[in-house]
């Protein structure tokens, strides 16, 4: 039975001539700015406006995210046009929430255009060019992902409003022919905190001087989530809950287009993809840009209709997977970024005049409404191109070495699991391995890793997600040049050229329990290092007031019976302990194996076959963490200070995974803050001009741990808490007989956006417990320096002979970074300064280098 009536061919036509009829014809959406409709006829008055639900006129306040929720809920009950979903909760427990827009005659079919739809990605070989003509078109309308980027919210409203309430030829053609899933608020967490405060230092006529508070929202700002992440940079990681609950209903339906609206600088003027042609992923078609830039020309006619300026093919790229705009590039999308002037508060300034918030909302709405158009009189090519996409997908891969991508999960079964549960939630298949592979060195064996082939359904996205990469079209990236999972998981892998053979599919990939091996003990438990819970498990210990100790030499115990070795850093858990009884601490440890998805093994006896003793002197108690992250601004700027996105990558992993209290002290305050409270510090990176000198360095010659991140590593160099010789470039020799014109992407090119190195590192210093002797690591900038000359003190070294593993690096980048210190750990006085070039925090998903900081904060005190 079909699904669409044949009058759906018809739709395109009637909406062709709609647009061209005289402007009279149009009628206003309530937004405080004249916005005729071409086509619509009349409103429902059954369907509430936005002013009745919200109180406000949309462009003349800034709509809270529950004011939002409450509109989407009113009109899902007053509408058989919408239905309302709730796809998840963020951090703050705000809903996330998506409404489904369509004729009512697909509403009662909807379940059925959603298996159909996704047929065409999973089974295209039995979709047929007939079966695309009647089945409608699946549009994701995506919005305002930076919370402070907020016409896009106020536009999605008012297209909610104008499907259900709007009567006309285009309406129709709309509804009948799509399906639009509207999703008002990509960050309602970050919208938050930003409409809290243009709402609040906003007075009764507003003022569009840029220097007014209203127009400076203080550090962070509400462009990111809670924990301070770009949420626009996690559509591949997809670590946060948010983006997430995004992604089960995306692969849900696997829309054709999928829109993202942004902002940009209030005096730039409008912009939509396609973007700088050079700068797109190879693994994204041709076509795929093709089919862009004929969607661009309905943004551009809607524009040009109003006499708003735009641009096309400039600035923004369309590289990084883990963007709205391109994510939906390699699952047989079409992804779309819009990027609006700001004008941040109600009007602001600009050299063209006062820029209106309703001016802003007004073209985030009527592009929303070119999408639509494109999406009806476009519906065959882009359900067709979807299809083919995955179809000719062997073609695509023909000339790609690998077949598979092999993954052990003997070492680190919780990182190689994380990785999995990452895949999964791209709809990406995983299958146990069914026979012994050898490659690249290791041998990976049935029962103990598993396979991820490129032969299914999801294989164009398994490629680009998992592959290593060092050659590109252009040397310029607007975000990152490499992301390979599993270097930044930290997993054993290989990827193989003959596809092993397939066990079952993998169905659970969540997170193993350990447990405690020997049962009961009276008198010490072994919790081994190196297991990415582990720091969280001495947390446990800690909040429990028992007090582990953490052994600096290898050692053999004796367990059931047997001889178990434990490599540096193993936790000992002594079960006779002043004030915790017993049954207390075996209860604890029974936790910690469930919970923290550690083995933890009990031992009857002190002396040990092998290596110290557990009572040995060279052990030491570990004391819990107190750490401080540095955060804001010295001046109180929004400009500059600490980068809020590094401080969010540590206070996540610290308070989120690894449940250890953080305070985030405001580099103003340090001065006169007590710092006597904290037994770590640490500079995520960023500005620290304002940090004081005197408070800072008497604080770490008395013992505290302070820990430098990217390019904090300065503050203590310059400083002269540690002496370190920064290697030199002359970029600007480099550069010397480029044209004008062609100087920025000069100087771009000698830039390291990120890419991915290999460290070698000293196993037996505590900053490496429960590492091998080389990791790869996530590098961004260029300041490379000598390593110590201090015995003892460095700890990683990048390679010397090809210290890049992925990612785009110059040559004469390439030269500077060979041998160069990675991780250095520096004694001051009676304390110690550890510095991080890379960043082992980065975007929370490289779980591979979080074990290494945890070992910092953790260890810092025993060095």
Known sequence: MPIRSPRLSLLPLLLALCVATVPAAAQEVPLSIDTPVPCTESYDSAIPTPTEVIGHEIGTRHTRPAQAVRYFEAVAEASDRVVLREHGRTYKGRR????????????????????????????????????????????????????????????????????????????????????????????????????????????????????????????????????????????????????????????????????DFHEMGSEATYFFQPGVPERTNPNTPQLNQELTGRIAERHGAYLD????????????????????????????SIGILFEQASSRALKQETSKGDLHYAFTVRNQFLTSLSTMKAAVEMRTDLLEYQRDFFANREEALQDTEAEAFVVGHNEQPTRVRALAQMLERHDVRMFDLGETVQADGQTFRPGEAYMVPLDQPQGRFVKAAMERTSSYPDSIFYDVSTWTMPLAFGVEHAAVSDAPARGDRIEDVSFQEGMVVGGRSEYTYIVPWGNYYAPRAVQRLHNNDIRPRVMTDPLTARVNGSSQSFDRGAIVVQVQQRGVSPDTIHSVVQRIAEEDYVDVYAVDQGMTPQGPDLGSRNSSILEPPEVAIVTGTGGGSRYGGTSAYNAGEVWHLLSERMDVPVSLVDMSSVQYADLDRYNTMVLVGGSFDDLPEEAVTDWVQGGGTLIGIEDAVEWPIEHGLVDLEERELDVDSLVQDQSYADLPDAYGAQGIGGSIFETHLDPTHPVAYGYGETVPVFRVGTGFYDPSDEPGASVGTYDAEAPRLSGYLSNEQAEQAKGAASIEAHEVGGGEVILFMDNPNFRAFWYGTNGLFLNAVYFGQIL
Request: charged share 20%.
């Open 96 to 259: 996330l929430i998506h409404a489904i827009v369509t004729d009512p005659s697909n509403q009662d079919n909807l379940e059925q255009i959603r298996r159909a739809n996704r047929q065409a990605t999973t089974a295209p070989g039995q979709v047929s060019d007939a079966d695309l003509e009647d089945r409608p078109a699946v549009v994701l309308m995506g919005y305002s992902i930076h919370g402070d980027e907020a016409s896009g919210t106020e536009a999605a409203l008012l297209l909610l409003y104008h499907l259900a309430a709007g009567e006309g030829s285009q309406v129709e053609a709309v509804l009948d022919s799509t399906v639009a899933l509207i999703d008002p608020m990509f960050n309602p967490d970050g919208r938050a905190r930003f409409v809290n405060w243009v709402n609040g230092n906003r007075g009764g006529a507003p003022t569009a001087d840029p220097q007014d508070r209203e127009h400076n929202q203080p550090w962070p700002g509400g462009r990111t989530n809670h924990y301070w992440f770009d949420l626009n940079r996690d559509w591949l990681p997809a670590q946060h809950p948010a983006s997430q609950g995004r992604l089960d209903y995306f692969h849900d339906w696997k829309p054709q287009i999928l829109t």
């Open 305 to 332: 209709r109003i006499g708003s300026l735009y641009y096309t093919r400039e600035t923004f790229d369309d590289f990084y997977y883990g963007k709205g705009s391109t994510y939906p590039d390699v699952n047989g």
